[in-house]
């Protein structure tokens, strides 16, 4: 009797291991959900300036066959509307959710392009304003205070636009955002002012943290005398433990397929995940 | 399981409406999904597995910046290693996803863009191959002696295969691409995240504490001790770098995008400032 009550505990406790390591199996797997919040509202008017604006933001974002004629044309349209431009992406800029941090670069890439003095202000704003803490509880991975400080050194380097046509107002400005404390915001604007006429150095010198001072001294340098990164393949993970080295343009089967302009004709192609070692698909110029 | 939502930004301004189009292509889609190790339990949901030329939706949006990856060497096809990282880059990213084989889209928790699990055992490969490779190296060439060193190189190499095959049994590694990556990143930041996670992919961790004034929190362990030590934020910003100088099948706005991250990566993310900057 005693020795069927234990092959019965055995068995449950066997069913109960079973059914755990299968819950958790599937816990494991079963994947995050997501949906289309309310998507904000379109933020531009229906005004020349607005329209102008948003035609600008189109072209910038946009390839075209033309290459960069349509971008400059409509960059000529923004620039002979400058001062009313200017209030309008300030407006646009404060609708927009903080997070929106490419459309908010877009719209200060803008008022840099224009210039014009009339888009100082605003740009003096963007770069002097204070960033709000970090968001993010593992900044290492996604930095709400990176993303705001890209925002202010793109703002610089509008601003500097102007200082290098000697606005005194604009050098002026730069030097006023040394006494911020992003070294970030330092070495745009210290490479902005290196490049602006009759800045004496020794007043960079006197304006920057001590130990900042290497700031001055940052080789401007092209990519091509960067150091660059030796033997690549031997971090390809599964090669480097056997020793194998991969040479030329021998991919193990995964050549890339040509980049194509060619839309397929299904709206919505199923992603279908063959295990094919096909090469990726090629460039058809339209 | 978790369930979130999203909010979708200017298609424009992020890029999407450029690369989202050029995704829509059928070749592309079965290669870059068969050689990038898309987990794909992970892209149904509502992550666009069954709309992936849909731009507003996530996976439509990682397929762009895999594009991004791909095309924009003008010689694109010469992924040469000895070539710089915008021909290489796509090879590289491709190889360590593809041994990686567990891509996928979560929601996450606000706080990072993306997350690579269990990158150890790569770096456990790495280190000992290397011991091995040096050992190897210090041999003596006269007979017995290079015959014993060689077996013992021999047994060091074996060894790593099975201990790290081992590791890999029971610690399989994954890339975890969450909310923030699909909808606060641009098309090219994206680009850049998949060569900073498929560097740690390979095995490099970050070795130092982030420098005074950082924007990524000074004193905090993430950085890299310099340029030099190669690590994961060297290739972020050196591929931003050359595609600012030099990318193709662009614009000149995204490229700009490049160069300010670019910069401010150099600037934040290593102890040691590389004595640089972007212009």
Redesign the interface.
């Known amino acids: 009797m005693a020795n069927r009550w234990v092959r019965v505990s055995v068995f449950a406790l066997g069913a109960v291991a079973v059914g755990v390591y299968i819950a958790i199996s599937q816990s494991q797997r079963r994947s995050d959900t997501v949906g289309p919040a309310q998507n904000p509202r379109n933020p531009f008017n229906d005004n020349d300036a607005s329209r102008v604006l948003h035609d600008f933001l189109a072209a910038a974002y946009t390839q075209t066959d033309e290459g960069d004629e349509a971008y400059k044309r409509v960059l000529e349209r923004l620039r002979s509307q400058a001062e009313s431009v200017i209030p309008e992406i300030a407006r646009i800029e404060a609708t927009l959710r903080e997070t929106d941090y490419p459309t908010r670069f877009a719209l200060i890439l803008a008022a840099s392009e224009l210039r014009h003095p009339s888009a100082l202000p605003w740009l003096r704003t963007v770069a002097l304003s204070r960033i709000p803490a970090e968001r993010s509880s593992d900044p290492h991975s996604f930095s709400t205070v990176a993303e705001e400080t890209i925002l202010r050194t793109m703002a610089i380097d509008g601003i500097g636009n102007l200082a290098r046509e000697n606005n005194s107002e604009a050098i002026e400005a730069l030097f006023q955002s040394l006494a911020t404390p992003s070294l970030s915001i330092h070495r745009a604007a210290v490479q902005q002012l290196l490049q602006s006429p009759d800045v004496p150095r020794e007043r960079i010198v006197s304006a920057l943290p001590e130990d900042q001072h290497f700031l001055l001294d940052l080789r401007r340098i092209d990519v091509r005398e960067a150091p660059q990164i030796r033997n690549p393949e031997l971090t390809v993970l599964g090669f480097e433990a056997h020793g194998i080295q991969t040479r030329g343009v021998e991919t193990h089967g995964f050549t890339s397929p040509p980049p194509s302009h060619t839309v397929s004709e299904q709206p919505s192609p199923r992603v279908t995940p063959r295990l094919t070692h096909n090469p990726p698909p090629t460039l058809n110029r339209r | 399981?978790?369930?979130?939502?999203?909010?979708?930004?200017?298609l424009?301004?992020?890029?999407d409406?450029?690369y989202g189009?050029?995704i829509?292509?059928?070749?592309?889609?079965?290669?870059?999904?068969?050689?990038h190790g898309?987990n794909?339990?992970?892209?149904?949901?509502?992550?666009g597995?069954?709309?992936?030329?849909?731009n507003?939706k996530?996976?439509c949006r990682v397929f762009a910046a895999f594009?991004l990856l791909?095309?924009s060497a003008d010689d694109?096809?010469?992924?040469?290693?000895g070539n710089?990282?915008l021909h290489?880059g796509?090879?590289?990213v491709?190889?360590?996803l593809?041994?990686?084989n567990d891509l996928?889209?979560?929601?996450g928790?606000?706080?990072?863009?993306?997350?690579t699990f269990n990158s150890g055992c790569?770096h456990y490969?790495?280190v000992?191959?290397s011991s091995c490779?040096d050992w190897d190296k210090n041999c003596c060439d006269w007979i017995p002696c290079s015959w014993v060193c060689g077996l013992i190189t021999w047994i060091c190499?074996a060894w790593?295969?099975i201990t790290?095959s081992v590791c890999d049994l029971f610690v399989p590694g994954r890339l975890e691409l969450y909310?923030?990556y699909f909808?606060?990143?641009?098309v090219v930041s994206r680009a850049g995240t998949l060569v900073h996670e498929s560097?740690h992919?390979?095995?490099?961790p970050?070795n130092a504490n982030f420098p005074?004034?950082?924007?990524?929190?000074a004193g905090?362990?993430?950085a890299d001790s310099d340029?030099?030590y190669?690590g994961a934020w060297?290739?972020d910003a050196?591929y931003l770098?050359?595609f600012?100088?030099?990318g193709t099948?662009?614009?000149?706005?995204?490229r700009?995008?490049a160069k300010?991250?670019g910069?401010?990566i150099i600037?934040?993310a290593f102890a040691t400032?590389p004595?640089?900057?972007?212009?």
């Open positions: 399981m978790a369930n979130c939502t999203y909010s979708v930004p200017d424009n301004t992020s890029g409406a450029l189009p050029r829509c292509n059928q070749p592309f889609i079965d290669w870059v999904w068969s050689t898309f794909g339990t992970y892209w149904q949901g509502g992550w597995f069954d709309d992936c030329c849909n507003t996530p996976l594009w791909n095309y694109y096809n010469n992924e040469d290693w710089n990282i290489w796509r090879r590289y491709r190889e360590q593809h041994a990686l996928r889209a979560m929601c928790d606000g706080s990072a863009t993306a997350t790569a490969r790495q000992s191959s490779d190499r790593v295969t790290s909310l923030g909808y606060s990143e641009d560097r992919v390979g095995g490099k970050h005074r004034g950082s924007v990524f929190g905090k362990s993430g340029w030099g190669q060297m290739y050196l770098w050359w600012y100088a030099a099948r662009t614009t000149t706005a995204i700009q995008a300010q991250r910069n401010l600037d934040n400032h004595g640089f900057t972007i212009t």
